[in-house]
């Protein structure tokens, strides 16, 4: 975003709003979801919810508001303000019936598209269908939105982890070929949809290879959905774009150390502290670029604020970074050690699998760091079975898939 003198206000923007916000129950939009209920004083927040594992919208938003994340809020209260709208992002239209639409074209004033598969190995279809098409049929229903005030992309600050690219500011960056012709992203897309799923993953492979692209597809989908929201700026709403680096726990409101998942870093702290984690191929010195997850919704709403007052250019979104790696450095080897440090005085009273020990071997081997990761599977099994004793199913799979991925 661009550097100014103005200042704006949160609590103004959203005061007595409309808000639509998809991936309500994840961990970024859960946090914004709070924090809109608990300074932006809104009237409504619209929640995108699916059916996910046998659980229906309305469970689902039960269990979210029995997360420590809303024990400031009274949830008898704060339920009128909560609108469930049926809906599947990986259906067409994403699965919103048509009196739901009409709703939210007639009241929304902002958007909040946060919902996301932070996986990194999806197929190429998976990605652009529940990425790209997802976000173009959210962006298509947000144009009759006659009350939009701004729209707002979560997107990822990998989306442009192009190999050849030192630093990436705050602006869009296309793809394009070695003669510097800019690919187009629909074209793309497109392309890669017509085929059948191998031919579509060998494809995205070589465009990847001959473009000095991206190391997997989700940051490629994600690139590419960033160069779509591009073209919906200023027509006819504004567009923001936050690129949060890998969210944390909350460092403090709502509730200091919570954790709304167990992916990049945050898996690798709960790795050690099972006593899973006792090898590491990354080198020491890597920098971690982590931000806490109330720093990062607050950057989205920030982002949003500015955006719907006026702040930008009117031929590109504004474009704000979450990262606490400029205000608190942190190494891979920094991080490895204060997390040992730390369970070494305070070890897990249950699920615990280790020697207590808490030391962490660094191995440039790549054979001898597959083998490892082969002995460990016996201990992730361990793990899920106590955590399916302890009535945690979701928990058991959660770990599962986290380990194998």
Not at 130 to 135: D, K, R
Not at 197 to 214: D, F, T, W
Not at 310 to 330: K, Y
Request: proline share 4%.
């Amino acid at each position: 975003m661009q550097e100014t003198a103005d200042k704006y206000s949160v609590q103004d923007a959203f005061q007595g709003s409309s808000v639509l916000i998809t991936g309500a129950t994840g961990y970024v939009g859960s946090l914004v979801l709070e924090q809109l209920l608990r300074v932006g004083h809104i009237s409504k927040a619209y929640l995108l919810v699916r059916t996910k594992q046998g659980e229906d919208p309305q469970q689902r938003l039960r269990s979210l508001l029995a997360s420590p994340i809303f024990r400031l809020h009274d949830c008898t209260q704060i339920n009128t303000k909560l609108q469930i709208i049926h809906g599947d992002l990986s259906k067409p239209g994403c699965g919103i019936s048509t009196a739901d639409e009409t709703q939210l074209k007639s009241h929304v004033q902002y958007v909040v598209h946060s919902a996301a598969s932070i996986r990194f190995d999806n197929p190429v279809h998976t990605d652009l269908k529940l990425s790209y098409m997802a976000t173009k049929a959210l962006a298509d229903m947000a144009t009759g939105m006659q009350r939009l005030r701004c729209f707002m992309y979560v997107s990822t600050a990998y989306a442009n982890a192009h190999s050849d690219l030192k630093v990436a500011v705050e602006q869009l960056y296309p793809l394009q070929d070695a003669n510097g012709v800019l690919l187009d992203h629909a074209a793309i897309t497109q392309h890669l949809l017509s085929l059948c799923p191998e031919q579509a993953q060998l494809e995205v492979e070589k465009i990847k290879q001959q473009h000095n692209s991206h190391q997997n597809t989700y940051g490629f989908c994600k690139n590419l959905t960033e160069q779509l929201m591009g073209s919906y700026h200023m027509q006819p709403y504004p567009v923001c774009i936050s690129r949060p680096t890998g969210v944390g726990a909350v460092a403090k409101t709502p509730c200091p150390g919570y954790i709304g998942n167990s992916a990049a870093a945050t898996a690798m702290i709960l790795s050690i502290a099972c006593g899973l984690g006792t090898v590491s191929s990354m080198p020491k010195g890597m920098a971690q670029h982590i931000v806490p997850g109330d720093m990062a919704s607050s950057v989205i709403l920030a982002s949003m604020a500015a955006t719907a007052a006026g702040q930008g250019c009117q031929t590109s979104p504004n474009i704000t970074l979450a990262d606490g790696f400029c205000s608190t450095p942190l190494s891979m080897g920094e991080l490895v050690s204060f997390t040992c440090d730390y369970f070494r005085n305070d070890p897990p009273s249950q699920f615990q699998f280790g020697d207590g020990q808490y030391a962490v071997r660094w191995t440039t081997d790549i054979k001898e760091y597959d083998e490892w990761c082969r002995t460990e599977d016996l201990r992730v099994q361990q793990l899920c079975e106590k955590l399916r004793e302890q009535g945690l199913p979701k928990a058991a799979a959660r770990e599962s898939f986290d380990c194998s991925s």
